[in-house]
T-cell receptor, first 116, second 114 residues
Framework: NAGVTQTPKFQVLKTGQSMTLQCAQDMNHEYMSWYRQDPGMGLRLIHYSVGAGITDQGEVPNGYNVSRSTTEDFPLRLLSAAPSQTSVYFC???????????????FGPGTRLTVL | AQSVTQLDSHVSVSEGTPVLLRCNYSSSYSPSLFWYVQHPNKGLQLLLKYTSAATLVKGINGFEAEFKKSETSFHLTKPSAHMSDAAEYFCVVSDQTGANNLFFGTGTRLTVIP
């Protein structure tokens, strides 16, 4: 049971390039989310999904796209990278609250992205 | 709307002395509250969680937090700091009516002085 995995661990992009951050979980969790972490700002929600085929925007969605074709995978796409997207990105998964009293989110190890 | 405020951006304690990391929350309903820890260049680890079962919550590594509704607080404590406790700590509130999304505080960096 690997939990939540993210690839790559590090990435450097040039302004305008595109890339996809990968996230996968093997816990059969319905909910998955993407957060970004910037110094002094905690983590902020980018996009989330409550199940396969369903996605929605979080607090800071601009410049990012997501899709959820399977329960296991939730990739985050940067279509045209900007220096403002330099950050550490975390993927998380959880079961919905209706499945039990615990709604703990499990986090991946993160992807450190630098946009030059 | 849900939010948390961590009152100290940086706390410094001596090894073996008590730790207090302060957090106030704002929520329009009974909240689920969490403390997460992040060691340097690592991911996030859940320390403890409050989900209305008991106001005093015990977590891993000797940490505790007490939910005080009258003060809208959820402070994190530990009786005796260890060098390995040096990390960033995040107070977090959950969106229980939506997709279980989390709202993070800005973090408190704990330094432990030998």
């Amino acid at each position: 049971n690997a939990g939540v995995t993210q690839t790559p661990k590090f990435q450097v992009l040039k302004t305008g390039q595109s890339m996809t951050l990968q996230c996968a979980q093997d816990m059969n969790h319905e909910y998955m989310s993407w957060y970004r972490q910037d110094p002094g700002m905690g983590l902020r929600l980018i996009h989330y999904s409550v199940g396969a085929g369903i996605t929605d925007q979080g607090e800071v969605p601009n410049g990012y796209n997501v899709s959820r074709s399977t329960t296991e995978d939730f990739p985050l796409r940067l279509l045209s990278a900007a220096p403002s997207q330099t950050s550490v990105y975390f993927c998380a998964s959880s079961q919905p609250p209706r499945r039990g009293p615990w709604n703990e989110q499990f986090f991946g190890p993160g992807t450190r992205l630098t946009v030059l | 709307a849900q939010s948390v405020t961590q009152l100290d951006s940086h706390v410094s304690v001596s090894e073996g002395t008590p730790v207090l990391l302060r957090c106030n929350y704002s929520s329009s309903y009974s909240p689920s509250l969490f403390w997460y820890v992040q060691h340097p260049n690592k991911g996030l680890q859940l320390l403890l969680k409050y989900t209305s079962a008991a106001t005093l919550v015990k977590g891993i590594n000797g940490f505790e937090a007490e939910f005080k509704k009258s003060e809208t607080s959820f402070h994190l404590t530990k009786p005796s700091a260890h060098m390995s406790d040096a990390a960033e700590y995040f107070c977090v509130v959950s969106d229980q009516t939506g997709a279980n999304n989390l709202f993070f505080g800005t973090g408190t960096r704990l330094t432990v002085i030998p």
